[in-house]
């Protein structure tokens, strides 16, 4: 098979709602272009965005006085409060909507739905935990781990950014402008939301 005969293998299936950047070089394979589709759609939901800036926020609160283990404790017990807050909202919200006989299936319908609505929440903060993570165990200097989870965030903003012009099919230089713009405006909010508090 030559290279025109390949399938398009860097797009996830339309029903996803989402494609992989068109970009020149090698294709990822199927089930690899699958995965990361799955992840990056995960990442730009509301939930996720929003857990990222609240994550980030908690992290920046926490630098001055805290270790990073303490940071680590206090950022997941802060972000698991919050998506308990959003699937208890998003149940009741929910539960009138869902139609079925049974109470039970109807509430564990609406439960469901508010939790993989609100899994977001969750995913936002798996990178900047881990560098806290690793940063507590010792196996990296404690500033360096602190940067690295505050300033992941803001990366992560911008790869939002970057996929979102992608998706509209737009040059690469509006790409990285809307990169630049999504990731500034998340630092600000960021750094609003570490003064009020």
Do not use: C
């Not at 290279?3 to 996830?12: G, M, R």
């Not at 009138?96 to 439960?111: C, N, Q, Y």
């Not at 950014?161 to 509209?168: K, V, Y």
């Amino acid at each position: 098979m030559d290279a025109s005969q390949e399938p398009d293998v860097s797009t996830v299936a339309p029903r996803d709602g989402l494609t992989l950047p068109d970009v020149a070089g090698p294709r990822l394979p199927a089930g690899l272009a699958k995965r990361a589709g799955l992840v990056l759609r995960a990442y730009r939901s509301e939930s996720a965005i929003y857990g990222v800036i609240l994550v980030s926020a908690l992290i920046a609160i926490g630098w001055e006085n805290d270790t990073d283990a303490e940071v680590l404790g206090f950022t997941l017990g802060t972000v698991i409060v919050f998506w308990l807050a959003h699937v208890y909202a998003g149940a009741i919200a929910r539960e009138e909507w869902a139609d079925t006989p049974s109470r039970w299936r109807t509430i564990g319908r609406a439960v469901w739905a508010s939790v993989t609505h609100s899994a977001g929440l969750l995913i936002a903060m798996v990178v900047p935990t881990i560098f806290l993570g690793i940063s507590a165990l010792g196996w990296l200097d404690e500033y360096v781990g602190y940067y690295l989870a505050l300033w992941s965030g803001v990366a992560i903003l911008a790869v939002i950014g970057w996929l979102a012009s992608a998706r509209r099919k737009s040059p690469w230089w509006m790409r990285g402008l809307s990169a630049l713009v999504t990731a500034s405006l998340g630092l600000l909010v960021i750094w609003l939301s570490a003064l009020v508090h």
